[in-house]
């Protein structure tokens, strides 16, 4: 019988996200978000480009084709107009850079949870095969 249950689990994992919440990361990212909604060029772009994806979406249904190649390319041009101003920039690396942070945690909690299986079955962590695979393998005869 396992030591932990899955409540202890998720209790530590509860522990570990208000961790990951108090990040330089995580700072960044709330900090960036507040810019951009503070912005008010930004947010008529992102307003702007929504209405348009809106119509895209009326013209795609009627099959106005040369209508919604037009809007696709308002949109296009917003867009690009929207990513080249430097707080929208800032906002999209403080994504990446939590992004990376969660991905960090989340493989070294399943590296790690493949070393303990490994190892707590008399296995080898360099090969990664457990110790009933080693066991039971044709060359250990």
Do not use: W
Not at 48 to 63: D, P, R, T, W
Request: glycine share 4%.
């Amino acid at each position: 019988m396992g030591k932990y249950t899955k409540d202890d689990i998720l209790k530590q994992a509860h522990d570990l996200a208000k961790m990951i919440a108090e990040t330089e990361e995580v700072d960044f990212f709330k900090r960036a978000e507040a810019q951009i909604n503070e912005n008010q060029t930004v947010r008529e772009m992102i307003a702007s480009i929504k209405s348009l994806q809106k119509q895209a979406v009326n013209f795609q249904h009627y099959e106005k084709e040369r209508a919604l190649k037009l809007i696709e390319v308002k949109i296009e041009n917003l867009e690009k107009e929207l990513d080249e101003i430097p707080i929208v920039q800032e906002f999209k690396q403080s994504q990446v850079d939590v992004n990376d942070l969660l991905q960090l945690v989340s493989s070294a909690i399943s590296n790690k949870v493949t070393d303990e299986i490994l190892l707590s079955t008399g296995g080898d962590v360099l090969s990664g095969e457990t110790g009933s695979k080693l066991k039971n393998s044709p060359s250990s005869c």
